[in-house]
């Protein structure tokens, strides 16, 4: 019974230690959406901003992690959302990316934004699911500077599915005693300040660690969660007056790992269509594409080829993102504030 229980709790300790340095799951496409890690983004823009992806990371290994979500936010505020401080005419206005743009730029009305977050994970035989609703309050501190700041509370549900483990005795009283369905308290905060051409934002995810998550019967510690600290910035740098570049870098803090680091680079062709490329520190370099269909539809996707010791294994890494813009009174197909 001993070794049984010790050889449980020695698998499930391989398979978290193989996830803890992704207790929350990876993007390649936050760039095209940093709600997913600041809550101060949510009622950005001037629309309800709705955004579906899918991520299948490291293909062609077996239970390597697919990552699927939904994330909505929105503005509230009258001064805000029925007449930008920009003043764009309810027709639609200068394309956002362009020179001009910039030159008449003017922060934007302080208002509130809401927003709602549903993120779905599944690694080998762990899956887990975070739920989180959001709020941000949007001020101008000079005629073009804006400052927000945010915060997100939810639950995360974290599920050990035992049919994928094989031990000699299927029914070891130790697998019946995993407590492995359960639903946990969650929070983060962020702060991000923005302006026509640059942003940084600061954030923080997981802020309330619970004790474990999968327990067993002796009170095995198999699994903390841990704070997820993101700094985040951009600049917009004009090669002409209709084509854009965007460099932006992201560094996360996430103990005990090493501190990582993300660079990316996206060149936008006025509001119609971008590319880019990605580099994750001793992980993978990624090539990216979008494509703003419409004043409604927005469409991207991603793919990292795997540098790390996974490369032997791994097919890469596929990402792809439906952007919807509801209520877009202004007729926008590229973000206003946001990039």
Not at 132 to 161: C, I
Not at 237 to 244: H, I, N, P
Request: hydrophobic content about 35%; proline content about 5%.
């Amino acid at each position: 019974m001993l070794k049984r229980t010790l050889l449980l709790t020695a698998v499930l300790s391989v398979i978290m230690l193989c996830t803890y340095a992704q207790q929350r799951p990876q993007y390649t496409q936050y760039i095209f959406n940093n709600f997913l890690l600041n809550p101060a983004v949510a009622g950005i823009e001037n629309y309800t901003d709705i955004k579906l992806g899918y991520r299948s990371q490291w293909t062609g290994l077996d239970g390597a992690p697919v990552t699927a979500y939904f994330s909505i936010n929105a503005p509230l505020g009258t001064n805000f959302t029925q007449g930008d401080a920009t003043g764009f005419p309810a027709s639609g206005g200068e394309n956002p990316y362009s020179r001009m743009y910039s030159r008449d730029y003017r922060a934007a009305e302080p208002h509130h934004g809401i927003g709602f977050m549903l993120v779905t994970d599944k690694t080998g035989p762990i899956d887990q699911t975070n739920m989180a609703a959001t709020y941000a309050y949007h001020l101008g501190l000079t005629d073009q500077l804006n400052l927000s700041v945010g915060a997100s509370f939810g639950f995360n549900h974290l599920h050990l599915n035992t049919s994928l483990i094989t031990l000699e005795n299927p029914d070891d009283p130790a697998l019946r005693d995993i407590q492995n369905n359960q639903w946990k308290p969650d929070a983060g905060i962020g702060v991000w300040a923005y302006s026509a051409n640059y942003y940084f934002g600061v954030s923080a995810q997981q802020i309330m660690p619970q004790n474990q998550y999968i327990t067993t019967a002796n009170n095995a510690n198999l699994s903390k969660t841990v704070p997820h600290y993101f700094v985040t910035a951009g600049y917009k740098l004009y090669l002409s007056d209709d084509v854009t570049l965007l460099p932006s870098a992201l560094l996360k803090f996430i103990e005990p790992t090493p501190t990582t680091f993300d660079i990316n680079m996206k060149l936008s062709f006025r509001d119609k269509f971008w590319f880019g490329g990605s580099y994750r520190r001793d992980d993978s370099f990624g090539v990216l594409a979008g494509f703003n269909l419409s004043s409604l539809i927005n469409v991207s996707y991603s793919y990292d080829v795997t540098t790390s010791a996974l490369r032997s294994v791994s097919n890469g890494s596929h990402e792809i993102v439906l952007g919807i813009m509801l209520n877009n009174r202004y007729k926008l197909s590229s973000p206003q504030h946001g990039w």
